[in-house]
């Protein structure tokens, strides 16, 4: 059985494009995969958290991941800081990381340009993502196509390693779904939908109530041409309510297409917004079941604990490997 490793930052509610490009393909993949669902909790911490609203965007995750269909008796569901060997080989990984890959990673490009002051978190903590992926002999990473950049690295770590001191990391490979792998905002649909937008009717957070759905999906940028037609280079804003209206619904782009001719996009829209809040509804329901809820700080402790036997094998044999520590002698 392949091993499958995925961490989300608890950096906000998640939106519709973190479920539909992830969390939804979770579900399938923990029926014949041994998977691990990480908190990156400490990846958050790269840039200035208020700690109140950090315990509570990691706690609501943590509901958000079960309530999306993830089954603690399938899979393993932890929070990143609770299981120190994350940090601990994340040292051992930053320490044969070059300066020069770290400098290249396009998202440290992105947070610290126009800034005086960066931390030098937000430069090593590609390292610290690696050493997430490796600890568990992970074979596929399920992500985004702007995370296939830092996979690479993680990749090349685990070669490097490898090479200059014992074969002891598998060498995972990046699985990025063809459907609706980068869902776009809806105000700018030539940009990726982000929980971390500005602007608020750009993308739709997961425990958003159907009247604000539907508000945001109806003053969604669409064309002044009222076709509905996949064409994602003339008409990136239709096209992605396409990809969410196809994926939520279950019906085929071209069978929505043919659905929606000559309706224009009033009728579109209303039909896009219905599918995507029959999707969400039961999910805000467990949602709001598990929240306060003592299983779930069960669960989190179950799967911190179980993630930390594989994870301190790991770190025990590269400790070995690069020759920290002391050997003692047999009596």
């Not at 950096?11 to 979770?26: C, D």
């Not at 958000?64 to 060997?85: H, N, R």
């Not at 200059?164 to 869902?183: H, L, M, Q, W």
Request: glycine share 6%; proline share 3%.
């Amino acid at each position: 059985m392949q091993t499958i490793f995925s961490g989300i930052q608890p950096s906000g509610t998640l939106t519709l494009g973190n479920y539909l490009g992830a969390l939804k393909h979770f579900t399938k993949l923990q029926d014949d995969h041994d998977c691990y669902f990480c908190i990156v909790d400490e990846h958050a911490i790269t840039v200035p958290q208020d700690r109140l609203k950090l315990r509570n965007n990691i706690r609501s995750l943590a509901a958000l991941y079960l309530a999306s269909g993830i089954d603690p008796d399938k899979s393993t569901l932890f929070i990143q800081s609770e299981v120190p060997a994350h940090t601990q080989l994340g040292w051992i990984l930053q320490s044969i990381s070059y300066m020069g890959e770290l400098e290249r990673m396009t998202q440290f490009k992105d947070k610290s340009k126009g800034k005086e002051a960066v931390s030098s978190g937000l430069l090593t903590y590609p390292s610290l993502m690696a050493a997430d992926i490796l600890l568990y002999n992970t074979d596929i990473v399920p992500v985004g196509d702007d995370q296939k950049q830092h996979l690479e690295l993680t990749r090349d770590l685990a070669h490097r390693f490898n090479n200059r001191y014992n074969d002891i990391f598998t060498i995972p490979e990046v699985s990025i779904p063809k459907v609706g792998a980068r869902i776009m905002s809806l105000q700018d649909p030539l940009k990726k939908m982000s929980k971390s937008d500005s602007n608020e009717k750009g993308f739709i957070s997961m425990l958003d109530e159907p009247n604000k759905i539907e508000k945001k999906i109806k003053s969604a940028v669409t064309d002044s041409d009222g076709v509905v037609k996949y064409d994602k280079e003339n008409k990136a804003g239709v096209s992605n309510l396409l990809t969410i209206h196809s994926i939520c619904s279950g019906e085929s782009i071209q069978e929505l297409e043919a659905k929606y001719e000559g309706k224009g996009y009033g009728e579109f829209k209303q039909g896009t917004a219905d599918a995507v809040i029959e999707v969400l509804k039961p999910i805000q329901d467990k949602y709001n079941a598990l929240i306060n809820s003592d299983e779930l700080d069960q669960i989190l402790d179950n799967g911190a604990e179980k993630a930390s036997i594989t994870a301190n094998r790991t770190v025990v044999k590269a400790k070995k490997a690069i020759g920290l520590g002391r050997v003692k002698k047999k009596k």
